[in-house]
């Protein structure tokens, strides 16, 4: 028998009930919204002296992910290994807890001061200067974005090119 009455308010559903028994037991990650969410702002001289004072402190070999916006904004990840794990399972090397970002997002990987993001099949991607990538190099100030996460990449100044004496 079919139900036509008129549903009340109160008998809303959540977005997350579909109507399968077993919907929950699943993990997810939510979708981003859209493409505008993802837009690349370009890096300023937004840093703080403190942030200043951790890059030019970074040994050889090292690097720093700040993070510009998301839910811990203000965050420092020093990446001193060479391979750091991002996403938000708890043992994730950088965790983090939001539903747009995969269990297992993305991986950093060193190769002597050079730096790479590989995307691990997420969900919503990861962005390196407003482009979904699959993998990709980071380079000093680049952006790097994971879910609602807006992060950027510093390499240690011992690690820089340096500039030639003219």
């Known amino acids: 028998m079919e139900d036509n009455r008129q549903r009340q308010p109160d008998e809303i559903r959540r977005a997350a009930d579909d109507g399968d028994p077993d919907s929950g037991s699943t993990d997810t990650t939510q979708t981003f919204g859209h493409d505008s969410d993802l837009s690349f702002v370009p890096f300023g001289s937004e840093l703080s002296e ?82 979904r990538v699959d993998r990709s190099p980071l380079a000093n100030g680049g952006e790097v974005r994971i879910g609602k996460f807006r992060l950027n990449f510093f390499v240690s100044p011992a690690d820089l090119p340096q500039a030639a004496d003219g």
Do not use: C, K, M, W
């Open 50 to 131: 403190a942030e200043v004072e951790a890059i030019g402190a970074l040994p050889s070999r090292a690097a720093l992910l700040i993070v510009l916006s998301g839910p811990t904004a203000g965050a420092r990840y020093l990446l001193d290994t060479d391979v750091t794990t991002v996403g938000r399972h708890p043992e994730a090397d950088i965790f983090f807890d939001d539903v747009t970002v995969s269990r297992r997002h993305a991986e950093i990987t060193r190769s002597g001061s050079e730096f790479e993001i590989v995307d691990q099949r997420s969900l919503n991607g990861t962005y390196v200067n407003g482009e």
